[in-house]
């Protein structure tokens, strides 16, 4: 029966596959193990209450006012943190939204309510350093009649001092005033001028020499000031400035203007940080802002009429290529392992297999990559034509992870969101652009919250919440069961995959992974084959033909061992009896 089982299998598929695979899932599509675009049901889908826009009711915070339209018209960045007790246990989410243009910084409950908007923070001259200051911007900024921001322009923090009226000296001396004791006049502010990026974590104090102080904590919000080329860093609850992160005065920096887009934190207070026109790599800064080195930098290969080209070009020619060399990284994250998780874009469609990687503490790429293809979102694209806006490959703005090692990456160019699990995987596809509401037609930055999917589309200035649809459900459950080591209740996950939909190809291969942990190595192989996967198949395979020479060998080997004894024994007989036959009876016995 064994030798059909492949084929009843096959059987099942073809008949299931008339009837409908889930009649309240989209349509939409994936990619076979040959890498062509096959039917699938999308992964996240948008329900009518999971728009956010400056019309809902939810942005009206508790005081009647309404988030401001004309300050939310560039949203660049978004953050979901979740706040723990002293337990450890999570309490609650906290959202911030940054607009590049209003040089706002937006805040959001769990449930995406508008609590409040912050266009300037306190900087209090206990809390940072004449360094800091003297190397620090803020922002004058000029309101239109309606309200909206009509002009912004950068001056130093020094001038802007001199304009109340003080000094650098004056400045640090309020220090030695109470704060409850300062007038109005005698409180300070800094305002960017370009926020690109927020980022929310908890970090070690550290003392004046900089040594960890055991115990001691701080909650802070980064926000990356791109125009200003400084990185603010602000208490989470008063919002008040601790710190001023400006252009690194490191040799190996010189030349290079530090633009900060885009950052993370490792639970030292170590920053990883994303500067545009920066092409070595993601800059490495330690807790005071110092640079420490580049990691993840992302090499390109040139092509033969490019290497052409280029032994011809003058230096400075060469030089206005650097982008070709070394392609900017367009967004970060970091899972909880620490792990460094990046995008950036190809050039052309022959070096599209890195746009996606994850960086150890050494600051190597260790992506795994075991799936059917890469993870680069599409595989089938328009290479040639005139219109850029939809030629080459997938253009990642923005990545995402969660806890069970699943990542999801935006494709700004067709609006779709990829999602991948720990072993590269493409899990399902979600989103695209159009002319719905539940349409995603520039997503600049995602983030998980819970199973759910939060997404930030400048396009329309709108956040949109994405929701497992029923397969997406089952296919996380499996994914999170394997990633755990439970191999027999994701396999009970990928058996309602298939029931689901018998045209996802990896189910199967999920179920084999589960034989395969149970030796059912013969039944493992026709899942391995029906999934088409050749590397998990002849590790099957290997296994079944060392269980079967395990099983087989011993009476194997005493079936040979009899044989060879008893043609052995026969010759000593014959020969026995032709010494007792006389010559011709031998030449009988011959015979």
């Known amino acids: 029966m064994k030798k059909y089982y492949k084929y009843i299998i096959l059987l099942i598929m073809v008949l ?5 695979v889930n009649v309240d899932a989209a349509i939409g599509y994936t990619y076979s193990h040959s890498g062509q675009p096959i039917y699938s049901s999308v992964g996240l889908s948008v329900t009518s209450d999971g728009i956010y826009t400056v019309i809902s009711d939810a942005w009206i915070n508790e005081e009647g006012d309404r988030l401001p339209a004309n300050l939310f018209k560039s949203p660049e960045d978004l953050f979901v943190y979740t706040e723990k007790d002293e337990n450890g246990k999570p309490t609650q989410d906290v959202i911030y939204v940054v607009d590049s243009q209003s040089n706002n910084l937006f805040v959001f409950d769990e ?18 350093t004449e360094e800091q200051i003297l190397a620090a911007k803020t922002t004058v900024v000029e309101y239109d009649s309606d309200g909206g921001v009509r ?34 006049d005698e409180k300070f502010y800094i305002a960017a001028n370009g926020l690109y990026g927020v980022y929310r974590a908890v970090r070690p104090v550290r003392d004046e020499r900089g040594f960890i102080v055991r115990g001691e904590f701080q909650d802070v919000i980064y926000l990356c000031d791109m125009s200003g080329g400084q990185i603010i860093i602000i208490d989470a609850e008063t919002y008040v400035v601790e710190q001023i992160v400006t252009r690194p005065t490191d040799i190996s920096f010189a030349g290079k203007d530090f633009r900060p887009i885009k950052l993370v934190t490792d639970s030292t207070g170590m920053m990883f940080v994303i500067s545009d026109g920066v092409y070595e790599g993601i800059m490495q800064m330690n807790y005071a802002g110092e640079f420490s080195s580049y990691i993840g930098v992302n090499y390109v290969s040139l092509t033969f009429w490019q290497i052409f080209q280029r032994r011809f070009m003058t230096e400075e020619q060469l030089k206005q290529q650097q982008a070709i060399l070394n392609t900017i990284f367009t967004s970060i994250a970091i899972d909880k392992e620490e792990f460094i998780y990046t995008t950036s874009r190809a050039i052309n469609d022959t070096d599209d297999n890195a746009m996606i990687k994850r960086i150890n503490p050494a600051g190597k790429d260790v992506l795994t990559r075991n799936g059917y293809h890469v993870p680069k979102g599409d595989l089938v694209y328009i290479r040639t034509g005139p219109d850029a806006s939809v030629r080459g490959p997938s253009r990642f703005s923005s990545i995402t992870v969660n806890d069970y090692g699943v990542y999801t990456v935006a494709d700004a160019k067709t609006g779709r969101l990829f999602t991948y699990d720990d072993e590269g995987n493409l899990l399902y596809i979600s989103a695209g652009k159009g002319n719905e509401l539940t349409n995603l037609n520039n997503p600049v930055a995602i983030r998980y919250q819970g199973e759910n999917i939060l997404a930030l589309d400048k396009a329309r200035q709108a956040i949109l919440r994405y929701e497992p649809t029923e397969i997406a459900k089952v296919i996380n459950k499996a994914t999170k069961y394997h990633y755990d080591g439970n191999l027999v209740a994701a396999s009970e996950e990928w058996n309602n995959v298939v029931a689901l939909n018998p045209n996802y190809e990896y189910a199967y291969v999920g179920i084999g992974k589960s034989l395969l942990n149970e030796e059912r190595y013969e039944e493992a192989m026709q899942y391995f084959q029906i999934g088409y996967n050749v590397h998990y198949y002849s590790r099957a395979y290997k296994l079944y033909r060392d269980d079967l020479i395990r099983e087989y060998f011993t009476a194997f080997i005493s079936a040979v061992l009899v044989l060879g004894v008893g043609l052995y024994g026969f010759k000593k007989y014959r020969d026995y009896k032709r010494k007792k036959l006389n010559p011709d009876e031998v030449g009988e016995l011959d015979d």
């Open 151 to 184: 002009t912004t322009s950068s001056i130093t923090y020094s001038d802007y001092l001199a304009s109340k009226g003080y000094t650098i000296a004056q400045f640090f001396a309020l220090a030695e005033k109470d704060y409850e004791d300062r007038d109005e």
């Open 16 to 20: 299931v596959s008339f009837t409908t």
């Open 111 to 128: 449930n995406l309510n508008y609590k409040t908007r912050l266009d300037k923070f306190e900087v209090r001259p206990e809390k940072v």
